[in-house]
């Protein structure tokens, strides 16, 4: 009977959807076990081989759990908000969420079609207003919530307006702005219903500011730091510069030691660990307050070297801290702003990483030493950046490397405060192993006494304090797009309002124009009805604002990062329209045990998700303060490019291996136009782009090789695969064991479509072990020992490799179990039953197929997985060679339990032995118990 895997598959994903296999129940006497992926962002490119390598992965432990009676929670949904819908709108007037939903039907049906166990019934999307209504929700939560120091948790801001009704702020310890007043009780009720909203915003955990952003004019909005490469935004290479705007911004800040500790907490990859740690950017030190001479000013300083303080002989402040600007000097003005204007064009990224270029300008003003009351000069240079620390440092040149350059670059001062020490470019103190010198209090004092006894002195004059500070910086929350989540927010004169959880969702109204406004408005500026009729509580038309019940609304969008900052939770119960979740279902499941996805992700959505999280647990709405216990990061699949090469300055084309006669340039083909042995047919490549229709091939044997070259998967190398042409040309199974077998799970490994012949011609051999010609063949024979042997090694390997995530190892393990026992001619059912559990995991069609031929009526997902025994590894035999006078001369088969004695007894007794002794008595037999018997004759 033929392997006919396109009616089989197509038949088990029918049957899946009829009888919904793979829906999980909210509560169960079963344990439970939460399996996830990062959801994909569907594009109009649809999938190809790479994606679904974590996805299979996930997948295969779902199944593997269920088949260990777990309930399995697998979800499955949609990033589904994103700037590539919005950017096809703008260039063709096509609604995005037209884009978006034909985009998710090809996705759904490519996922479909590899089998995967998701249950679609708790399908999300993060453009639905059903779905958005609660993110929407959790913003309210987060404006009506500040950061409580004391107790380390967020709290509701009513408890805050309480302790400013009984006390004022000066004993409030909280998360807030820099520049938050100190005012008294009496003060604080003598202020207005707007004074009070403008303070509270300073302490809100979103809040409106004036904020330092990544503006790109071509796109029209502002980018996260993760959406920009190399200075350009990451879609369309476009370029970005730095402005300030009033934005939505989350104090994810006051999470930061959290956020750190939390690590150690959960089993995530060490590197992604220590990205995030790196990015939250923990340094003990101190904050040094500076006077601004001629000026009411103070520049503050975050320093890890408090010591180092008299060797700071000038300050540096970023190009865009605010008081450049109210402290350059009339004739340093003109050098000031150019400078400035420069470096708007290069991103923080990208200052970051020039470690090389020196540039900065003088400002003409001057700070006050604390100590010594000596001026130093205010520079700007765009190494130090407004968004680490305070957006200034005092440069100690004798002790950094780029303030040393930068003081070399511009003649400053260079003192040197080191004992001993000759300070050049090339050897610089070792700080925490030289005593201080000319430094007043701090002379001959080593690094941890001159740094307590330097924070001490600064307190004592009031111009500094130890602190521990943090790289990471709030979280720009607006975008100036259209596709995205709208604010729940109206401005009543200028200060934002919310609207009430109960009308909500508001939902992204149509617009003519999906770009800016002339008047530089984000595209919500373009909608007729977009004003909050705050009596009737409704969205009504623009031309009803009367600032005294209607007033307008927010035109930002809330950024892609906000949807998927909860969504795992939401799959818990997603179809509640009542609650984010229910207590039930949030109780049961708790949070993911297993999720997979790109470590690219390590420092946006993941950090945001546990930013989330963690607000949600102060807040008691999710048990847990870390969404996901386990997390796997996926290798890459690479693509294997084709290359033609191009002889220079002509349309001739020579083949691969003539290609060093020539001066060539490579040119990269679409790689499903060649087959196997990397010949093109020159046809196909003249059909396929214009460029090539009147070439010149120069041929090797009358054939056209291309070259080859790994690297990623991408429609820019035209190297992508489609999985729909693998499914129709080998199936999913074939597809989903392929990808497993093409290596450790974490590693990158390339894509070679030749290769899966071989996984294709296994299924064939499984099948086939089933079926003698045209008919099932399994009988209710007794299984041999061999046939035990072989299945029970296999449920071992198996059972290991998917524990450890090894799921590579597991496929040999299945291509040896089928090829001994098809030797064994092994049909018996107590052995073929149990391998069909054992491989569904992985190739789940063939595996449905089997067992119901095996005369079962339900699903083989539910069965239980095979329990390895140990008894059907142990050897009973062993083989004994048999040596005289030292030569081999046959082996003998002999009971495990045989003491030396009856071995020597049996292996005299065997005629062989006499053939060889031919009548004599044998001198000596030397029985090496369990190993080697010899006989010397």
Wanted: net charge negative; glycine share 6%; with cysteine.
């Amino acid at each position: 009977m033929k392997y006919d895997f396109n009616e089989i598959e197509a038949k088990w994903q029918k049957f899946w959807a009829e009888n919904q296999t793979f829906k999980a129940e909210n509560n169960s006497d079963k344990p439970k076990y939460y399996v996830l992926d990062m959801f994909p962002y569907p594009s109009g490119a649809g999938l190809h081989v790479g994606h679904p390598l974590g996805y299979i992965a996930s997948d295969i432990y779902a199944r593997f759990k269920r088949h260990q009676g777990f309930n399995v929670l697998h979800p499955q949904g949609y990033d589904s908000f994103g700037l590539p819908a919005e950017q096809y709108a703008i260039q063709t007037g096509q609604h995005p969420a037209i884009t978006t939903e034909t985009n998710i039907k090809r996705y759904r049906e490519q996922l479909d079609k590899i089998g995967f166990s998701f249950d679609w019934s708790r399908e999300v999307r993060t453009s639905d207003p059903a779905y958005y209504k609660w993110t929407q929700w959790i913003f309210i939560q987060l404006f009506n919530s500040w950061y409580n120091e004391d107790t380390d948790k967020s709290e509701d801001i009513s408890t805050l307006t309480t302790r400013f009704e009984n006390e004022g702020n000066k004993t409030v310890n909280a998360s807030c702005d820099a520049d938050t007043p100190e005012f008294t009780a009496e003060e604080w009720k003598a202020f207005s219903s707007e004074e009070q909203q403008r303070i509270l915003l300073k302490y809100r955990l979103t809040y409106l500011a004036e904020t330092e952003v990544n503006w790109c004019p071509a796109l029209g909005t502002v980018l996260a730091n993760d959406e920009i490469v190399n200075g350009v935004s990451e879609r369309g290479g476009h370029p970005v510069i730095r402005k300030k705007m009033t934005q939505w911004s989350m104090r994810i800040t006051a999470f930061s030691e959290r956020l750190l500790q939390g690590l150690e907490t959960i089993d995530w990859p060490e590197p992604l660990k220590e990205s995030q740690r790196n990015w939250i950017g923990k340094s003990v030190g101190a904050s040094v307050k500076f006077k601004i001479d001629g000026h009411d000013e103070w520049i503050e300083v975050f320093t890890t070297r408090p010591d180092t303080i008299f060797g700071a002989s000038f300050m540096t402040l970023a190009p865009e801290h605010d008081f450049v600007a109210k402290i350059t000097t009339a004739e340093q003005k003109e050098e000031v702003e150019a400078y400035v204007e420069a470096t708007a064009k290069r991103s923080e990224r990208e200052r970051m990483a020039d470690v090389k270029t020196i540039s900065g300008a003088f400002t003409g003003a001057y700070a006050i030493h604390p100590f010594s009351g000596k001026k130093v000069p205010i520079w700007i240079g765009d190494y130090v950046l407004a968004s680490y620390g305070t957006g200034a440092v005092m440069a100690v040149p004798c002790g950094d490397q780029r303030d040393y350059d930068f003081a070399k670059h511009y003649n400053i001062e260079i003192p040197n405060i080191f004992d001993g020490v000759d300070i050049s470019e090339e050897a610089f103190a070792d700080k925490e192993n030289t005593r201080i010198g000319n430094s007043d209090f701090l002379n001959g004092l080593g690094y941890k006494e001159a740094v307590k006894k330097a924070i001490e002195e600064l307190e004592k004059i009031g111009q500094g304090k130890g602190k521990v500070n943090y790289r990471l910086r709030d979280a720009v929350f607006s975008r100036q797009r259209y596709w995205g989540e709208p604010f729940p927010v109206y401005y009543v004169n200028g200060l934002p309002q919310m609207i009430d959880a109960a009308h909500l969702p508001l939902e992204l109204p149509e617009v003519e124009k999906y770009l800016p406004t002339e008047t530089g408005e984000p595209p919500l500026g373009n909608a007729e009805l977009w004003a909050w009729d705050s009596e009737n509580n409704r969205v009504v038309a623009n031309e009803k604002i009367d600032h005294k019940t209607v007033f307008p609304l927010e035109l930002n969008t809330m950024p892609g990062w906000a949807g998927s900052s909860y969504y795992f939770n939401r799959y818990m119960d997603a179809a509640n329209k009542d609650e984010i979740f229910s207590e039930e279902a949030i109780d049961y499941w708790k949070q993911v045990d297993l999720y997979i996805g790109g470590s690219e992700h390590a420092t946006g959505h993941l950090l945001y998700a546990r930013f989330w999280q963690k607000f949600l647990f102060d807040k008691g709405i999710v048990p847990v303060d870390e969404f996901a216990k386990k997390l796997i990061n996926q290798g890459m699949i690479l693509g294997t490019s084709a290359i033609v090469y191009r002889i220079s300055g002509t349309n001739k084309y020579v083949s691969k291996n003539l290609k060093d006669d020539y001066e060539v340039e490579e040119l990269r083909v679409d790689v499903n136009m060649v087959n196997a042995s990397d010949e093109i047919k020159i046809e196909d490549l003249k059909n396929w782009q214009p460029q090539f229709s009147d070439a010149e091939f120069i041929l090797e044997d009358g054939k056209y090789i291309v070259g080859r070259e790994i690297e990623k998967m991408s429609k820019r190398w035209f190297n992508v695969v489609n999985p729909d042409d693998i499914c129709e040309d080998y199936g999913a199974d074939t597809l989903r064991l392929y990808e497993m077998f093409l290596g450790p799970l974490e590693q990158a490994k390339p894509w070679n479509t030749a290769g899966i012949t071989g996984v294709f011609s296994f299924l064939k051999k499984l099948w086939k072990l089933y079926h003698n010609g045209d008919g099932f063949n399994v009988s209710d024979a007794e299984p041999s020992k061999d046939s035990l042997k072989t299945l029970h090694k296999t449920i071992k390997k198996v059972t290991e490799d998917i524990d450890n995530f090894s799921f590579n190892t597991s496929v040999s393990s299945f291509m040896i179990a089928v090829n001994e026992l098809t030797a064994q001619k092994c049909n018996s059912r107590a052995i073929l039953e149990p391998l069909a559990i054992v491989i569904s995991p992985y190739a789940p069609h063939i595996a449905e197929e089997l067992w119901q031929k095996l005369g079962h009526t339900t699903s083989v997902a539910y069965a239980p997985f095979p329990v390895f025994e140990k008894k059907h590894l142990v050897e009973s035999n062993k083989e004994y060679p048999v040596s005289f006078n030292g030569k081999m001369r046959f082996k003998i088969e002999l009971p495990l339990d045989f003491g030396k004695e009856e071995v020597e007894k049996a292996v005299l007794a065997d005629e062989r032995t006499q053939n060889q002794l031919q009548g004599r008595e044998p001198k000596k037999v030397i029985v090496v118990h369990g190993r080697i018997v010899n006989i010397v004759g």
